[in-house]
């Protein structure tokens, strides 16, 4: 069964190093999200991105996140300069259809940001 | 604007028993409703989705969820619990008037005893 595949599985970094968070969707999605979880919080929307673009993103993902899709398979979300307030598990995700409306996400595994 | 919550943290049954994890929502326009869960090290995974038509939805793993309009629930339900359907639940919502993101609960642990 196709899944979507995340790595690091886990990262740990010093605030203020760049971190880049690798993603591989599901071949024939078109639509690819950013989620994070902050420990005992929520799943929060950061961005979705279709068409080699950003469609929509939350007011957490500010300047210091950016989001590329290098090689027509990777789907990689950078944050800049980590704070520790980054320290989340980040859920990268894709869909066939906008998955707001009638479709579904596949989410990856996660992978564990720890800024220290 | 969208919201969404679940109001319970954990959720305990004994196995054999009927089981509800409990979710209401907050959209502007129709409301399109979700839910994963997510197993131990995994990711979340979807379960059922309601978008229009019958009120009661079916779902994978014997799951099922009632949307109803007038108290904005869609919680979850299952007639008898097992305990490999131990878990952490979460319910989404998105909307006609939004664009690609779904609004997502903090989640309720469910734990099914032998």
């Known amino acids: 069964e196709p899944e979507v595949t995340q790595t690091p599985s886990h990262q740990v970094t010093q605030m203020g190093q760049e971190v880049i968070l690798r993603c591989v969707p599901i071949s024939n999605h078109l639509y690819f999200y950013w989620y994070r979880q902050i420990l005992g919080q929520k799943v929060e929307f950061l961005v979705s991105?279709?068409?080699?673009?950003?469609?929509?993103k939350s007011e957490i993902f500010d300047d210091q996140f950016s989001v590329e899709r290098p090689d027509g398979s990777n789907f990689t979300l950078k944050i800049r300069s980590t704070k520790l307030e980054d320290s989340a598990m980040y859920f990268c995700a894709s869909s066939e259809l906008s998955g707001a409306n009638t479709g579904e996400l596949f989410f990856g595994e996660g992978s564990r940001l720890t800024v220290l | 604007a969208q919201s969404v919550a679940q109001p319970e943290d954990q959720v305990n049954v004994a196995e054999g028993n009927p089981l509800t994890v409990k979710c209401t929502y907050s959209?502007?326009?129709?409301?399109?409703l979700f839910w994963y869960v997510q197993y131990p090290n995994r990711g979340l995974q979807f379960l059922l989705k309601y978008i229009t038509g019958d009120n009661l939805v079916k779902g994978s793993y014997g799951f099922e969820a009632e949307f109803n309009k007038s108290q904005t629930s869609f919680h979850l339900k299952k007639p008898s619990a097992l305990v490999s359907d131990s878990a952490l639940y979460f319910c989404a919502v998105g909307d006609s008037n939004s664009g690609y993101a779904l609004n997502f609960g903090k989640g309720t642990s469910l734990l099914v005893t032998p």
């Open positions: 959209v502007s326009g129709n409301p399109y």
């Open positions: 991105f279709y068409n080699n673009e950003i469609s929509e």
